[in-house]
C-alpha cells in the first residue's frame, strides 16, 4: 500500500505534534511515504531528553526515518505546554513553507502517569492534573496556533489522536477518572472543532489505533518487532495488535481522500479505515482491533484473530 500511495501527497506540508516515538512516529513516516514534507516535534532529542527518560526515540531520528521513507522530514524541538514554543513553531512553518496542510494531534505523554483501576481520591492528584494536562491542553494549545495557517487554504486536515472510538468509550472505563477524560474529551474536541472548520472547508476527525505495538509496549511485554507474537505468551489478546505505521496509513489515506469532508466530526479507528481504503499493516493484515475488542476480548472469548485481521 505504501508504494500505492507514494507521493499523493506531494506538496503537502504537514505537522505531526508529538511525532518522537509511537503512533506519531507511524503517522509521519507514512506521510512522508506519501511525499509530504512533515514537521515532527517532541520534547526528546539527541542533546535532551524528556521526562519519560528515554534515549532510544528522538525527534531527529523521526525525521531521519521520514526522509528515508520518500518525503522532507524537519524536526523541532517544542514542548506543546509552552505556548511561546508552539507559537514560534507555527511562525517557522509559515515562513518556510507558507502553508499548512495536515496537522496531526498527537501529544500524549501519560503513560508513566496514570495509574490503574484507581479512583480519584486513590489517585495521585498531581499525576492525574499533569495527564490531563499533557493529553488535552497540548491539543487545544497547538490547534489554537496551527489552524489559522491551515485554514488560509481550503482542504486542510486535523487528526486528533485518541485512545478507543467514541462509541466504545461512551460506555467503557477507561482505566482512571484522569486516563478516561482525557481520551474521551479528544474526540469530543474535533467533533467541535469540525463545527468551526466546516465554514473554512477543512475536516477534523479523531483517530485511534488499536492495540499498539509501540516502542514502550513492546518493551513492557520483552519483545521486539520481529518476535512480537511471543508477548501472547503474557497476553493472549496482544494476537489483535498493530505497528504504529498502520495508523500512519490511515491518516496518509484520509489526507489523499479528496473526499475526506465526509468524515469530518467523527470518530473513527485504524482497523475500520482499512476496511474503507484497503491499506495494510507492514505484513498485509487488516487488524481491526476495536471489533475485536468487544467481540472476543470483552466478551470473555480465548484468543482468535480469525476474522479480525
Known amino acids: 500500500m505504501a508504494s500505492e500511495n507514494k507521493k499523493r501527497l506531494q506538496g503537502k506540508v504537514a505537522l505531526v505534534a508529538g511525532a518522537t516515538r509511537g503512533a506519531g512516529r507511524g503517522i509521519a513516516v507514512e506521510l512522508g511515504a506519501a511525499g ?30 521520514v526522509t528515508a521513507a520518500g518525503g522532507e522530514g524537519i524536526a523541532v524541538r517544542v514542548d506543546h505546554l509552552v505556548a511561546d514554543e508552539v507559537e514560534a ?16 494531534n498527537d501529544v500524549w505523554g501519560g503513560e508513566l502517569l496514570f495509574e490503574w483501576n484507581k479512583p480519584v481520591w486513590d489517585h495521585h492528584l498531581e499525576n492525574g492534573l499533569r495527564l490531563l494536562r499533557l493529553g488535552v491542553d497540548t491539543h ?3 490547534a489554537h496556533f496551527a489552524l489559522p495557517l491551515m485554514i488560509e487554504r481550503p482542504g486542510g486536515l ?5 485512545d478507543g472510538t467514541a462509541e466504545y468509550n461512551a460506555d467503557h472505563y477507561r482505566l482512571s477518572p484522569f486516563y478516561d477524560l482525557a481520551k474521551t474529551s479528544v474526540n469530543r474536541m474535533a467533533w467541535a472543532h469540525a463545527k468551526d472548520l466546516a465554514p473554512h472547508g477543512a475536516t477534523a476527525v479523531s483517530l485511534t489505533p488499536g492495540w499498539l505495538r509501540s516502542e514502550m509496549m513492546l518493551e513492557h511485554y520483552g519483545v521486539g518487532e520481529e518476535n512480537w507474537r511471543d508477548g501472547m505468551k503474557i497476553e493472549p489478546h496482544f494476537i489483535i495488535s498493530e505497528t504504529p505505521r498502520f495508523v500512519g496509513r490511515a491518516v496518509a489515506a484520509l489526507a489523499a481522500d479528496s473526499d475526506r469532508a465526509r468524515w469530518s466530526g467523527r470518530s473513527l479507528s485504524s482497523g475500520g479505515l482499512a476496511q474503507v481504503y484497503g491499506f495494510t499493516d507492514l505484513d498485509g493484515s487488516r487488524p481491526d482491533a476495536w471489533r475485536y475488542v468487544v467481540e472476543v476480548q470483552d466478551a470473555g472469548k480465548p484468543a482468535d484473530a480469525t476474522g479480525y485481521r
Open 36 to 65: 509530504a514534507t512533515v514537521y515532527v516535534t517532541g520534547r526528546t532529542t539527541r542533546g535532551q531528553v524528556s521526562e519519560y527518560g528515554r534515549t532510544l526515540e528522538t525527534i531527529e531520528e523521526t525525521a531521519e526515518l
Open 158 to 162: 486535523l487528526v486528533e489522536v485518541t
Open 140 to 142: 487545544l494549545i497547538t
Open 89 to 104: 513553531l507555527v511562525a517557522r512553518i509559515r515562513a518556510e513553507q507558507g502553508r499548512l496542510d495536515i496537522l496531526v
